[in-house]
């Protein structure tokens, strides 16, 4: 375990923000056990996607479990296992949702659209 250290120790790169619903996924992080993890990033394949929090963490746990090597990595929150070449990080993270920026912008077109139609529409003095 304390072979693996540098790896867990490592920060996850991952999005913040509040998530509920179905809006985890399971990425998984490999490096070779030769790599330096604060000078390598490592290869990122997506699991699974669309899952409850629960789900995504059983994903995690049994993609660690089908490796000699594993264990779960309480600070990081990850799980990970190690197959004496590779060393892989097991990660829940919560996904973004991607049409918020496109919602923002279309309620600000509407209320400008408004704002003109009520300019043109406002009765006028002295008719």
Known sequence: ???HDRF????????DGAALGRVFSVVQETWRLTDDPKKVKPEQAKLASRRTASDAADLAREAALAYDQHG??????AWWAADGELFHRFVVA??????????????????LAAAAIGTVMRPRDGS
């Open 94 to 111: 919560a996904g973004r949702k991607k049409n918020a920026p496109g919602i923002l912008v279309g309620v600000g077109l509407f209320a």
């Open 1 to 3: 375990m304390a072979q």
């Open 8 to 15: 867990l120790r490592s920060q996850p790169h991952l999005h």
């Open 72 to 77: 779960f990595h309480k600070p990081s929150g």
